[in-house]
């Protein structure tokens, strides 16, 4: 059975840095793409960043870019997300989600396994 478990999140003000982290069970992230999204109050789940298994290629969403940072941790099975210069617009419960080999891709459909969530909240 596979398991994503997210940590990290927490209140932070604007301008600040935050760290989370998705660690698997019952997969490992060098064979799993992954992905983080975003679902913040009232709108849809969107895609931040993604990971691919195999080369490492990443992708972000525009939004994010230059400001997060998507890496892995082979050996912890981890997944981080690192946000720097963080905005009230980044409000949001951020999850996980990993697909069994494949590229990295935005769609939320193309993921398998998803995490609880957790919330990351930017005060101005």
């Known amino acids: 059975q596979v398991q994503l478990v997210e940590s990290g999140g927490g209140l932070v003000q604007a301008g600040g840095s935050l760290r989370l982290s998705c660690t698997t069970s019952?997969?490992?992230?060098?064979?799993?793409?992954m992905g983080w999204f975003r679902q913040a109050p009232g709108k849809e789940r969107e895609f931040v960043a993604g990971?691919?298994?195999?080369?490492?290629?990443?992708i972000y969403a525009d939004s994010v870019k230059g400001r997060f940072t998507i890496s892995r941790y082979n050996a912890k099975n981890t997944v981080y997300l690192q946000m720097n210069n963080l905005k009230p617009e980044d409000t949001a419960v951020y999850f996980c989600?990993?697909?069994?080999?494949?590229?990295?891709?935005?769609?939320?459909?193309?993921?398998?396994?998803w995490g609880q969530g957790t919330q990351v909240t930017v005060s101005s």
């Open positions: 989600a990993a697909r069994s080999l494949g590229t990295v891709r935005t769609e939320e459909t193309w993921y398998n396994y």
């Open positions: 019952g997969r490992t992230v060098s064979t799993s793409t």
């Open positions: 990971i691919e298994w195999g080369n490492g290629n990443t």
